[in-house]
């Protein structure tokens, strides 16, 4: 493989959801994700724990205003806004209000905006009641080509799994920004939107702890638990109040940037090893 691009290591770092009736989100992950709310603007919560934290704003249900990655060096930063100016991407003001100047935007090829940062150094500290750690964000596409490309070459993710069908065309693609197996990914489908987010736990108990919790709180599993191909992690998904999926993993495999990508048959073992599966196409 090539060196690594700038963005490499860049870890997501919080989203925006947009809601028709934010309220109700904003009382769901209060609540379901143990996290404290405070007003961000009109209109605009910010939710967050120790390590896990996304705005709720109002707007259109089940879309994702932007998601942002976070990166630990100034200097890479600038590599990294050059490197898209120069391959001709537009370079835009960040929207979030996290990451205060050491910011920019760009927009992929669906529509969907992505903020690259530096936090600041008085990011919120502590321990979360369960652990669960955002990690990963996923979307579907009509033209998952143009979405590789797009990610691969031009931002400089790195592709961990590759899923194709029996004509073997792309079904479905994980990318990775730093070890963790990815940090985005894209599934094919008959649309351009939002798929998941996924907190990252430390370990089996952590699920069956999260498993009860959510049962206290009598919010159904709608998927899972089982285990990924692509991954090797174990999941369960429950949906919000919008029908936003929200996946709780762990065991996530890791892979140094030199790894090279792997292919996986489109069928359901490859997306649940102990089941069923969500085929989105």
Known sequence: MDEPSPLWPATLHHFQFNSENPQALVEFYE???GLSVREAGHDLWLVEGAERRFFIGRGRNETVAYSAFAMDDPIRLEALQRRLSDAGVTIEASPSP????????????????????VPPESARKGRDTLPGRLQHIVFATTDLDRIVAFYEQILGFAVSDRVVDENDRLTAVFFRSDEEHHTYAAFKSDGA??????L???????????????GSL????????????????????????????VEISAELEIMPYDMAARTWPHEEHTLNMWGQAWMRS
């Open 31 to 33: 609540q379901g994700l």
């Open 98 to 117: 996290l990451f205060g100047n050491a910011s920019f935007s760009v927009t992929d090829p669906d529509g969907q905006r992505l903020v690259f940062g």
């Open 193 to 198: 939107r939002f798929d998941h987010v996924a």
């Open 200 to 214: 990252e736990t430390s370990g089996w108990t952590d699920i069956r702890d999260w498993g009860d919790h959510f």
């Open 218 to 245: 009598r919010v159904p599993l709608w998927w899972g638990p089982g285990r990924h191909g692509p991954g090797n992690n174990l999941f369960f998904m429950v949906r919000d109040p919008d029908g936003n999926r």
